[in-house]
Every structure is written in C-alpha cells, then in structure tokens.
C-alpha cells in the first residue's frame, strides 16, 4: 500500500486517534528522518524529547507521552509492536514473481494450487505440490515430490530439495538451501564413507528463513522446525535437529546435529551449540554462546570472554592457561588450613 488516510490507519491499528485522521500518510520513517506525509513512532520514553523537533505528519506513542508531541497522534499500548503492523500495512516489498514465467520448467506430474506465481528459470520437480497463492522466485528449484503449503513465499535461488515439507505463510530469503545432505560419514581404515540422508526437512507454519541459510535433511528421522520459527541470515541447522514453536534464531548460529531447541528459545548470533542434546523451552542464549552441556531450567545464558584491549586479553589468556595449576595450589592451601 503507498498511502492511507491516517484514521483508516487507526482503525486497522486499533489504535486511539488523536488530530486530524485526514491527513495521509505515505510512509514510515525514523523520528530525526521522519518529513510530512509520514508516520514515525516513539517506543521508549527516554527519548520523548525529541519529539519536539519531529517534522512526522504523526507519531506513534504512548498515552503518557501525548503531551509531549503537539501533532497528530496514534495511542496505543506497544508502539513498537504497532510499528511492526503498520510497516506490514505500508508495506511497498513486491512479490517475488508474478504468473508463471515462459521460462519456468514445471514437470507435468507437479500439482499447482490456485493462483500460483513461479519466477523465470524456476525448476519444479514431478510430484511437486504447490498450494494456493504460493510464491516461487526466480530461479528458484523445488525438488521431487516436496510439498509448499498455501501462501508461502520463496525469494529468488532458494533450492529445496526432494521430499521436503514446507507448512503455510512461510517466507525464505534468496540463497537458502532446504534439505541438503547432512554431514554423515563412516570412517574405514581412514577412508570416509558416505551415509545416506534417508530422512527429509518438515517445516511449519508461518516460518521464517533469512538468506543463504542452510537447513539439512535428516539422516534416518527428520529435520523438524516448529510453527512461528524465525531464522536470520547465515545459519547452519545440522540434520535432525529439532526446534520449538516460535524460537528466534539469529544469524550465524550453528547447530549441530540432533540437537533439540524446545518453544520460545531466543538464540543470539555466531552462537555454536553442540549436538545429542537438548535446551528447555524460554531460554536465551546470548550472542556468541557456546554451548556444550544440556540446559534443563529456563533463564538467560552467556559465555565467552567480552572483548579487551589485546595487552589485556594476554595476560586473561596467559590466567586461563594456568587455572589448572591454580586450582591445584588453592586446594593445596584448603587441606592445609582446614588441618591447623
């Protein structure tokens, strides 16, 4: 949508109008960017201030902020929530394609739902099924017998592999890959020995996958990724891993495989979690964790060590190096003094 008036932007917000709801807004900006016609809003009273000098034709706030701001006004209870909404109202981001492209090549035994537009050089495989109002980008590639479910939308070069099972009103950026093989391998004698992925990737709903992601197949049972799961750029999800309803995953995270992340995890980015185990429902993961053990209680984690100028960090890395020894004489001392 490019414009709408802002008391229909009230009403579609559920929001209080305050001022003239004829004004028409055209757009969203920042507070310090924001010019007429468009629309800004102030999520954190500290800087209420700058609401002053704010030249927005309206501002999302909150109640007790009103009377710092001498324009039109939307009240609402979570005006960053709100912001989140209305962007998806002014939302001006095209479709990934539009029809079925001349150049598109769609095997025959494929099953296309209703209103179904596919990119030019797409590849759709035999025994695909695409349900209704499903978006394929650009030379996109959807391998056999993998199931898109309505509504979902593919951004340009994304491969899904076959037998991969994509849920409804998901949405996967440029470059991902869905149902590549797994690292699986036999050594003999030195030599390595590839073992077939015989499972596949079953995804949800409402999903999704930031660009050049990569999700991979499952070795025997499934890869699996909850309903409301948002993933960022970048990531690596080993085969068979699982992840709860409505975690958010940040970009870089690698997963091992045959983890299982539980519901409502929040996992910052470059974090490396180990496989064969399992983290609990609401945990946060800070950016750049490690994790090595299991975490069984809800709570927030971090690891590593902040960084420091590097004559510092030597003299951490030289303690750290020695903390064995230490360990050792400090116990040394404890027997002594408990023996006295």
């Known amino acids: 949508m490019s414009s709408i008036r802002l008391a229909d932007l009230a009403q579609q917000l559920d929001a209080d109008l305050h001022g003239d709801g004829d004004i028409v807004i055209s757009g969203i900006a920042s507070m310090h960017s924001a010019q007429a016609g468009q629309i800004t809003f102030l999520s954190n009273s500290r800087y209420r201030d700058q609401l002053a000098a704010c030249k927005a034709s309206a501002v999302v706030l909150l109640a007790a902020d009103l009377d710092y701001f001498q324009g039109s006004a939307l009240v609402v209870k979570d005006p960053y929530l709100t912001y989140a909404r209305m962007a998806q109202i002014l ?3 095209p479709q990934p ?7 598109a090549v769609i095997d025959a035994a494929a099953t296309l739902g209703n209103n179904v537009a596919i990119g030019a050089n797409a590849v759709i495989e035999s025994g695909v099924t695409l349900g209704d109002n499903v978006v394929i980008g650009a030379g996109c590639f959807v391998g056999k017998n993998s199931r ?3 509504g979902t939308r593919l951004w340009a070069n994304v491969s899904v592999y076959h037998e991969v099972q994509i849920g409804e009103n998901c949405l996967i950026q440029s470059g991902t890959v869905i149902g590549a093989d797994g690292f699986g391998y036999a050594n003999d004698r030195g030599n390595w020995v590839k073992i077939p992925q015989l499972g ?3 995804i949800g709903d409402r999903v999704e ?3 050049c992601t990569t999700i991979d197949r499952g070795a025997l049972d499934n890869t699996q990724i909850g309903n409301g799961v948002i993933i960022d750029n970048q990531c690596q ?3 068979n891993v ?3 309803d409505n975690t958010a995953v940040a970009g870089g995270v690698i997963m091992a495989g045959s983890l299982k992340i539980g519901r409502y995890c929040m996992i910052g980015g470059a974090s490396v979690i180990n496989g064969h185990m399992e983290i609990c429902d609401k945990v946060t993961v800070t950016g750049m964790g490690m994790v090595m053990r299991p975490i069984t209680e809800p709570g927030v984690y971090s690891s590593g060590i902040p960084l420091q100028p590097n004559k510092n960090w030597r003299k951490t890395a030289a303690l750290v190096m020695n903390i064995d020894e230490m360990s050792k004489r400090l116990k040394a001392i404890e027997r002594k003094v408990h023996k006295d």
């Open 200 to 202: 596949t990737v079953i």
């Open 91 to 93: 939302d001006t981001t």
């Open 209 to 211: 996958i930031g660009a």
């Open 148 to 150: 898109i479910g309505a």
């Open 97 to 103: 394609a539009a029809n079925i492209a001349p150049s």
């Open 237 to 239: 999800i080993a085969h």
């Open 242 to 244: 699982v992840i709860g």
